[in-house]
């Protein structure tokens, strides 16, 4: 048997990790990577609550939390498509101006 | 050491290096492939915690379908490696010893409390159809209110990457 | 049984299953070249061996033999990488599909099935969902714009029909109610009136079954829906920069994911292994082994058999067919069979 707090270990590395790939990458696409690893750190810990109490509300959470991130980058990959065409870099350190 | 603790002990390996390899990577589609060993990881840690629809759910949509958006935006954009800003000498200084204390402490808080984390083997918390019963019961209104955020994000995203000259022949027509 | 005879009966039985499915994958090879052939008034392989039937064989030698030529402008650990991806996805969705019941050899009774996990439907899903990687990468890592539009186009293309694919599967699901494929097929047994078989294409999935097999012709980049690799328009698509033994390893995903395609489409829709009349009871641990290859096979001809007919389509035509047709079809399938089930 696994110790819960292993798990949540884990989940708290992805989720850390996450961040700083959001502080530090320049890319914009690797940045919305980084937020899908952190809603993944989050879905483990939901899981890992789920089998702990033996609820299982903590697992229909996960889907709940994946078609968000389904939408998500539906969105966000839209929108990045959108900002390539008019600036045509994918450095978020260039657009950074509201009028080109 | 438990089967249960050397299989946790792998898949938690093949996750944090996959976390990691998608911050040391300066190629989008590495970064991309990186993120999809997490996921399939984790699939595998779902698994070990008796949450097999939802490890079944996790290949298919998180890395079958959202993480090839990812790569086909990568390919379709062509997107060249990243070119590095250099961070501040202070950011480097204080944040990396302040990231090891508060990981240190964060480790401390969570291990000082150990409660059983995962099933026992063979007992299956998260079958398809009790889950099933709790999202179709419970959880209706979360759900319908989820298929109208989708519902939305389809159109917004049809919106946003049609090309403004396309819109402009159909009005024009 | 012990934890030993387990590993020792899954040891033989992947070895085996994963010997049978590449010589099925040789010989479906073989089976095109010839159907195709005489489709068209020729002959096809006829030199090496009786019927060109050690055609596969030479084949495999050539692969073996030919330079393995690494051009020097792709990006090496992807374009090594891609390959291999896809023909492990492709060969890892057999190990769910279950080919006969359960056998007593040597006192271990074990079913004709690697293993048999309950949600056993949604990994096939999940890991032909992951076969588009070896394609899409294949294209991408290649750096030739003919490859990259194959990537692009397999990449769109399988994300689009995948949908209707996992739809036009739920009709199944609401009436058997269960993932594993085994329950899948053993809710199948029996007739009506005694004669008509209780598969589940005679109670009312045909709509399903014909989406199915649409969606899956896609998932699978086959012909007509075979635009990844248009070789008028796009030289070779993906795997233009590929040759010798990658090359032949995207020719067996290809092939194995065919079969797969076959096998599903006999387990969910046409019984699995029951077979239409029964035989002789010497024969009763056979029998269903027969019927199940019976019908893939009868599933692989009808591949190739579209394949001598129908045209390429054009993309659009492509993608409007998937979102504008295929999709409200599944959709409308899945509403008519759960209100069906209710009441």
């Not at chain 2, 390899?21 to 997490?38: D, G």
């Not at chain 3, 990488?81 to 080919?99: D, G, N, R």
């Not at chain 3, 293309?157 to 053993?186: C, H, K, N, P």
Request: proline share 4%; charged share 10%.
């Amino acid at each position: 048997m696994v110790p819960l707090s292993y798990y949540l270990l884990l989940s708290s590395i992805l989720f850390a990790c996450g961040v700083a790939g959001f502080l530090i990458k320049r890319n914009i696409i690797t940045i919305f990577m980084s937020i899908e690893l952190m809603l993944n750190g989050v879905n483990l810990s939901f899981v890992a609550f789920a089998a702990h109490w033996h609820r299982l509300s903590g697992q229909v959470f996960v889907f709940f939390v994946m078609v968000v991130a389904a939408a998500e980058a539906a969105v966000g990959l839209a929108i990045i498509i959108s900002v390539y065409r008019t600036r045509e870099t994918l450095n978020v350190d260039q657009v950074n101006l509201l009028k080109l | 050491m438990s089967l249960h603790l050397i299989l946790f002990l792998t898949f938690g390996a093949v996750c944090v290096a996959g976390a990691v390899n998608l911050l040391a990577q300066r190629h989008p589609i590495n970064s991309a492939l990186s993120l999809i060993a997490v996921m399939g990881a984790l699939a595998g840690e779902y698994l070990l915690l008796g949450a097999e629809f939802v490890a079944a759910i996790q290949l298919i949509v998180y890395a079958g379908a959202i993480m090839v958006l990812f790569v086909f935006t990568i390919m379709l954009l062509n997107a060249g490696e990243e070119e590095r800003t250099k961070g501040s000498r202070v950011a480097i200084l204080l944040g990396v010893p302040g990231m090891l204390i508060g990981g240190t402490l964060v480790a401390w808080v969570l291990l000082r409390h150990s409660g059983t984390g995962s099933a026992p083997v063979g007992a299956l918390l998260g079958d398809p159809k009790t889950i099933g019963q709790l999202l179709f019961h419970e959880f209706l209104l979360p759900f319908e209110v989820t298929s109208i955020l989708i519902l939305i994000a389809i159109m917004g995203a049809v919106v946003l990457a049609t090309k403004p000259e396309a819109t402009e022949n159909r009005k024009a027509r | 049984m012990s934890i030993g005879t387990f590993i020792l009966v899954s040891v033989i039985k992947s070895a085996l299953t994963l010997f049978v499915l590449l010589t099925a994958v040789a010989y479906t090879v073989w089976l095109e070249r010839k159907v195709v052939g005489h489709m068209q008034n020729r002959w096809g392989p006829t030199r090496v061996g009786p019927f060109g039937l050690l055609q596969p064989a030479a084949d495999g030698i050539k692969f073996l033999f030919k330079e393995d030529l690494t051009p020097p402008h792709v990006y090496k650990p992807l374009y090594i990488a891609a390959p291999v991806l896809a023909v492990v996805f492709a060969l890892t969705s057999i190990s769910v599909i279950p080919i006969g019941n359960w056998i007593t050899i040597a006192g271990v009774h074990t079913p004709l099935q690697i293993t048999d996990v309950n949600i056993g439907l949604l990994m096939i899903l999940g890991v032909t969902s992951m076969g588009v990687y070896g394609v899409a990468l294949a294209g991408w890592s290649s750096n030739n714009k003919y490859s990259l539009l194959g990537g692009l186009r397999a990449s769109a293309q399988m994300v689009s029909y995948e949908i209707s694919l996992g739809l036009s599967l739920v009709g199944v699901l609401i009436m058997s109610g269960s993932f594993s494929l085994r329950a899948i097929v053993d809710a199948q047994g029996g007739r009506f009136w005694g004669f008509i078989p209780r598969w589940n294409i005679f109670q009312g999935q045909i709509i399903g079954f014909l989406v199915y097999l649409v969606a899956a012709y896609a998932e699978t980049n086959r012909i007509p829906f075979d635009l990844p690799e248009a070789e008028t328009e796009l030289v070779a698509g993906y795997h233009t920069e590929y040759s010798a033994m990658k090359f032949a390893m995207f020719f067996m995903a290809e092939y194995a994911n065919m079969i797969t395609v076959a096998c599903l489409a006999t387990l969910l829709f046409f019984g699995g292994w029951h077979g239409p009349i029964g035989g002789p009871p010497v024969f009763e641990a056979l029998l269903p082994v027969f019927w199940f290859v019976a019908k893939v096979f009868v599933f692989l001809f009808i591949y190739i058999w579209v394949r001598g007919t129908l045209p390429r389509f054009r993309y659009d035509q492509l993608m409007a067919f998937g979102w504008k047709f295929l999709l409200p079809m599944a959709i409308a399938n899945v509403v008519a069979t759960a209100v069906a089930v209710a009441w």
